[in-house]
């Protein structure tokens, strides 16, 4: 076994433990139950139970212990430091194991989306996806996604600034075209974008939104065109992305949540 470094601060340690020995199996739990599922001695697990009930993360009714809500509080400030990639990679990693298609998280960024998170299948575009890759936000599900949660004065005018080029033969390059797709994205909560970055590549994205509705970044599953059809995509895709985006927008509710 390590020998703990000479900063190890045992009674901490002890403490913590006393912490973990409640679970959703054990919520409640004599004095000799914790002593033992701690290793410590009855008169060291009972000055631990009794300093956590004098700082209102243990009660008791003197002879069974059981923590508090406050106990709580020792998560928040680990909550409150996640950031968005954070909240979003454990949900994407489920979502890509699940449909064995790579999906990514990315904001709006002038008139581009930036990939901020990202969990690879395999490689199915030409150019390398990277956190920080940007991509012109008219021609990308995330782009439109992001571009349909913008108040409409903030996209008129990003349609009276934006050069539209084609990137493919199948690239929408007008701004009533993109004005209709916006609107028809808006409507559905959804985004299907078929070649129009990348000849072969199918995706699909949907908004991530904070407590108060607003979109706040889109999610992907990004996919061959030859391994689904646009049909497929809504049909066998679809609901794997509105889960996800759904539980990845409940984490941040409960991070804005946290005092």
Same mark, same amino acid.
């Given at each position: 076994? &390590?020998?703990?470094?000479?900063?190890?601060?045992?009674?901490?340690?002890?403490?913590?433990?006393?912490?973990?020995?409640?679970?959703?199996? +054990?919520?409640?739990?004599?004095?000799?139950?914790?002593?033992?599922?701690?290793? *410590?001695?009855?008169?060291?697990?009972?000055?631990?139970? @009794?300093?956590?009930?004098?700082?209102?993360?243990?009660?008791?009714?003197?002879?069974?212990?059981?923590?508090?809500?406050?106990?709580?509080?020792?998560?928040?400030?680990?909550?409150?430091?996640?950031?968005?990639?954070?909240?979003?990679?454990?949900?994407?990693?489920?979502?890509?194991?699940?449909?064995?298609?790579?999906?990514?998280?990315?904001? *709006?960024?002038?008139?581009?989306?930036?990939?901020?998170?990202?969990?690879?299948?395999?490689?199915?575009? &030409?150019?390398?996806?990277?956190?920080?890759?940007?991509?012109?936000?008219?021609?990308?599900?995330?782009?439109?996604?992001?571009?349909?949660? *913008?108040?409409?004065?903030?996209?008129?005018?990003?349609?009276?600034?934006?050069?539209?080029?084609?990137?493919?033969? +199948?690239?929408?390059?007008?701004?009533?075209?993109?004005?209709?797709?916006?609107?028809?994205?808006?409507?559905?909560?959804?985004?299907?974008?078929?070649?129009?970055?990348?000849?072969? @590549?199918?995706?699909?994205?949907?908004?991530?939104?904070?407590?108060?509705?607003?979109?706040?970044?889109?999610?992907?599953?990004?996919?061959?065109?030859?391994?689904?059809?646009?049909?497929?995509?809504?049909?066998?895709?679809?609901?794997?992305? @509105?889960? &996800?985006?759904?539980?990845?927008?409940?984490?941040?509710?409960?991070?804005?949540?946290?005092?």
């Amino acid at each position: 076994m &390590t020998e703990p470094s000479p900063d190890y601060v045992q009674s901490l340690a002890r403490g913590l433990s006393v912490i973990r020995a409640f679970d959703a199996t +054990h919520p409640r739990q004599t004095l000799s139950e914790v002593a033992k599922a701690t290793d *410590l001695t009855r008169a060291t697990a009972r000055r631990f139970l @009794l300093t956590l009930a004098e700082l209102g993360y243990v009660r008791t009714d003197g002879s069974v212990f059981w923590l508090t809500p406050r106990v709580l509080e020792l998560g928040y400030s680990y909550l409150s430091s996640l950031t968005l990639p954070e909240v979003a990679v454990p949900h994407l990693e489920s979502l890509t194991k699940k449909v064995r298609e790579s999906a990514s998280v990315s904001i *709006l960024d002038g008139s581009d989306v930036v990939y901020v998170a990202r969990v690879p299948v395999s490689r199915i575009m &030409t150019v390398a996806i990277t956190i920080g890759t940007r991509f012109p936000a008219y021609a990308t599900s995330m782009g439109r996604v992001l571009l349909a949660g *913008l108040p409409e004065a903030e996209f008129d005018e990003y349609l009276r600034t934006v050069t539209l080029t084609p990137l493919t033969g +199948h690239t929408i390059v007008t701004p009533d075209a993109l004005r209709d797709e916006v609107a028809r994205v808006r409507a559905d909560g959804f985004c299907i974008v078929d070649q129009e970055l990348e000849e072969g @590549l199918r995706s699909l994205a949907a908004p991530i939104r904070d407590g108060n509705g607003a979109v706040v970044a889109a999610a992907n599953i990004s996919t061959q065109s030859a391994r689904y059809s646009s049909d497929a995509v809504r049909t066998d895709l679809l609901p794997d992305l @509105l889960g &996800t985006v759904e539980a990845i927008g409940l984490d941040l509710v409960r991070l804005q949540s946290t005092p």
